[in-house]
């Protein structure tokens, strides 16, 4: 494991961003050779079947990562770390069957339901690609809370440069479909988890997951109900769209989320960084301490992203018929509207934060409530009256009307 020692000099905020760039910068690329090699169309095909690799992963993400990212860092003892760790893994691999299972069923009557959505030749590498994703990104977030982040660069590494080329191989091949994309990410991001889960000799205890759903159900319910809810008002929303105005809307809408996803570099750096050190200064100096760390990174981001919002306004268009072909250059709008929701979301996030890191998930809960009634209520509408577009101001607006709860909320702290 030379490759790691060469990280230890540098600052582990450094290599996280790195990582960031790393993953970021891949999928990027990998959207990029889909979405030409496809076309809008069958592109939209392969971003429905991913919208529900993303739904599987709401489990996780709610009902064990929030959860283990403040648990671990939080305990000092490093027996008892150990034992959250293998608990966490535990019921980690327990929400992995289950939410194959569960998609499995979905996926089969939605395909019978809606043809139009094109679900089922993508079925069974969707399933496999469900596995493999989610154990990997299980794995990097315990490996951020551990505090080894040159190890979750090596995983990354792996599983997306190993997918980026594997996706080279069959696009040489001329074998590049939504299926083997799928099945690519499969193999490669499962093979990839498995082997540093081997380096680092983590084993999965089940008598510990039980203490660990006991212990964090409370918190973890309130995690699952806000993540469920942001799912259906905006990527449940995106699906919805499809179904009614065809999958070359799905494609367009990730398209011209594609294009502004290099600013997910921070956004992603932030999920993994910010929540940790906004517990470390909570502890340092009360409240007051932790929300003048986060104003300060309010300024920064917002000054930085509004330069990304005000480019994209002029060259939105002749960036995508660059970058994806002429046929996508109809959406312009598309990658505006995706540009103006990410700087919103930037404050949205760091209130999100610190939410969080004071314990407040009945606040989240609500919050993700009023946002997914606000955007479905105005999408569903939209859609019909205004096209693709509404599903991105329905995003914008139940975001917006979110933010304003959990800020009129802080007084209540």
């Given at each position: 494991m030379a490759f790691i020692g060469t990280f230890k000099s540098i600052p582990s905020h450094w290599v996280a961003l790195a990582d960031q760039v790393l993953v970021s910068g891949v999928n990027f690329v990998i959207g990029v050779i889909l979405a030409r090699t496809f076309g809008v169309e069958?592109?939209?095909?392969?971003?429905?079947?991913?919208?529900?690799?993303?739904?599987?992963?709401?489990?996780q993400s709610s009902l064990v990562i929030s959860p283990m990212m403040t648990a671990i860092p939080h305990e000092t003892d490093e027996a008892k770390r150990e034992?959250?760790?293998?608990?966490?893994?535990?019921?980690?691999?327990?929400l992995i069957?289950?939410?194959?299972?569960?998609?499995?069923?979905?996926?089969?009557?939605?395909?019978?339901?809606?043809?139009?959505?094109?679900?089922?030749?993508?079925?069974?590498?969707?399933?496999?690609?469900?596995?493999?994703?989610?154990?990997?990104?299980?794995?990097?977030?315990?490996?951020?809370?551990l505090h080894q982040t040159s190890r979750v660069f090596l995983l990354d590494l792996l599983a997306y440069g190993g997918q980026l080329a594997s996706l080279a191989i069959?696009?040489?091949?001329?074998?590049?479909?939504?299926?083997?994309?799928?099945?690519?990410?499969?193999?490669?991001?499962?093979?990839?988890?498995?082997?540093?889960?081997?380096?680092?000799?983590?084993?999965?205890?089940?008598?510990?997951?039980?203490?660990?759903?006991?212990?964090?159900?409370?918190?973890?319910?309130?995690?699952f109900v806000a993540w469920q809810l942001q799912w259906a008002g905006s990527q449940g929303l995106a699906l919805f769209g499809g179904g009614v105005l065809g999958p070359q809307i799905v494609g367009a809408l990730r398209a011209s989320m594609n294009l502004v996803a290099p600013v997910n570099v921070l956004f992603q750096w932030m999920e993994n960084v910010i929540p940790v050190r906004a517990v470390t200064h909570l502890k340092k100096g009360g409240l007051p301490e932790m929300y003048h760390f986060l104003s300060r990174l309010a300024w920064i981001g917002g000054v930085l992203f509004?330069?990304?919002?005000?480019?994209?306004?002029?060259?939105?268009?002749?960036?995508?018929?660059?970058?994806?072909g002429e046929s996508y250059r109809p959406y312009a709008l598309f990658v505006i509207l995706q540009a103006v929701h990410i700087w919103l979301s930037h404050f949205y996030r760091l209130?999100?934060?610190?939410?969080?890191?004071?314990?407040?998930?009945?606040?989240?809960?609500r919050a993700?409530?009023?946002?997914?009634?606000?955007?479905?209520?105005?999408?569903?509408?939209g859609v019909y009256l205004i096209g693709g577009s509404a599903v991105i101001?329905?995003?914008?607006?139940?975001?917006?009307?979110?933010?304003?709860?959990?800020?009129?909320?802080r007084k209540y702290i």
């Open positions: 069958v592109f939209g095909v392969y971003i429905i079947a991913i919208t529900f690799l993303f739904y599987a992963n709401t489990f034992e959250l760790l293998s608990g966490f893994f535990g019921y980690a691999l327990i069957v289950l939410s194959v299972v569960g998609i499995a069923i979905v996926t089969y009557l939605l395909g019978v339901m809606v043809a139009s959505l094109h679900l089922g030749a993508n079925t069974g590498p969707l399933l496999l690609a469900i596995i493999g994703f989610q154990l990997q990104d299980w794995l990097r977030r315990a490996l951020y809370a069959l696009y040489y091949k001329n074998a590049l479909t939504p299926s083997s994309a799928l099945l690519s990410m499969a193999v490669v991001f499962f093979l990839s988890a498995l082997l540093i889960i081997t380096i680092q000799n983590i084993v999965p205890s089940f008598k510990q997951a039980l203490l660990v759903i006991k212990t964090h159900w409370r918190g973890s319910r309130d995690f509004g330069v990304v919002v005000v480019g994209l306004y002029f060259f939105a268009e002749p960036l995508l018929g660059l970058i994806y209130e999100f934060f610190a939410c969080r890191a004071t314990h407040r998930t009945a606040d989240i809960a993700s409530l009023i946002m997914a009634l606000v955007a479905i209520g105005t999408g569903v509408f101001l329905a995003l914008i607006l139940g975001q917006s009307v979110s933010h304003l709860y959990l800020f009129y909320r």
